[in-house]
């Protein structure tokens, strides 16, 4: 029997939909033209808010603290060394306690990289402080840093002394939390003795304090962006000097 006209004639499958009373058809074919367009049209809005931004003038780090006082101590070489000396240079310093067992590890290996990135470079410096130089003096530093591999010509203080004296840098100039005794009851073995701040301080070549980061952190996003940023940071201020 042959086909109607309106049979032959018909429009091949497709989507429909209802508009102002009408129907209407938008074919495969159209569906697929207009994803496309529509991934085209998204990724050009991406492409442009990225040079943008870079084009985009950044705001300057925060300055949130001045250090005023100076700090004497005793480098794992068993050279006496002041951290004023380190004016003029990126610095990145940083509480350690060599049997922690909480999350000194992550903030040694962040250390870790930043020396790889940064160790022929002269305007760079780190700082590892002895949270308990009771137990952490020069010659269990010296083991320390060359079992995390640190060569001794690298640009990476470990640092003991009197621990009242590192305790008070810690808090008064580099606005830390101050290290405090761990409860017997609720230390998780008998080394576990300080409790101590484990976020990264940035420091800068006027001796300001531009930025914490908490580069060990329960949520795992956090602490990867808390890393990123210390890296941007520290190369931000490696390239502009005068900021």
Same mark, same amino acid.
């Not at 049979?7 to 994803?35: K, N, T, V």
């Not at 000194?104 to 002269?122: D, G, I, S, Y």
């Not at 590892?128 to 203080?157: C, H, I, M, N």
């Given at each position: ?8 004639s ?17 074919s495969?074919?159209?569906?697929l033209?207009? $994803? ?5 049209a ?6 442009f808010?990225?040079?943008?931004g ?14 005023? $006082? ?33 999350g ?9 990289k930043l ?17 308990a ?13 060359? $079992?995390?591999?640190?060569?001794p ?7 003991? $002394? ?24 609720k230390?998780?073995n008998p ?18 304090v531009r930025g ?27 390239d502009?000097p005068?900021?």
């Amino acid at each position: 029997m042959p086909e109607s006209p309106s049979e032959s004639s018909s429009p091949p499958p497709g989507i429909r939909y209802a508009s102002a009373g009408a129907e209407h058809r938008i074919s495969a074919g159209s569906w697929l033209r207009m $994803g496309l367009g529509i991934g085209m049209a998204i990724a050009g809005v991406l492409l442009f808010g990225r040079y943008a931004g870079d084009a985009l003038p950044q705001q300057p780090l925060p300055v949130v603290a001045q250090i005023h $006082g100076d700090l004497e101590v005793t480098e794992r070489s068993g050279q006496a060394v002041k951290l004023s000396s380190l004016r003029g240079k990126v610095t990145v310093m940083a509480c350690l306690y060599t049997v922690c067992p909480h999350g000194c590890a992550a903030v040694v290996q962040e250390m870790q990289k930043l020396n790889a990135a940064h160790r022929t470079r002269p305007d760079f410096h780190l700082v590892s402080l002895a949270v308990a130089p009771e137990r952490d003096t020069t010659d269990f530093l010296k083991a320390y840093a060359e $079992g995390v591999g640190v060569k001794p010509q690298d640009p990476w203080w470990f640092v003991t $002394g009197g621990q009242q004296a590192i305790w008070d840098f810690m808090s008064h100039e580099l606005q830390l939390q101050a290290p405090a005794p761990i409860p017997q009851e609720k230390r998780i073995n008998p080394l576990d003795l300080y409790e101590h701040d484990l976020r990264l301080v940035l420091i800068d070549r006027q001796g300001r304090v531009r930025g914490y980061y908490a580069v060990f952190h329960p949520e795992p996003e956090i602490a990867t962006l808390m890393t990123e940023k210390l890296e941007r940071d520290v190369q931000r201020l490696l390239d502009h000097p005068a900021e």
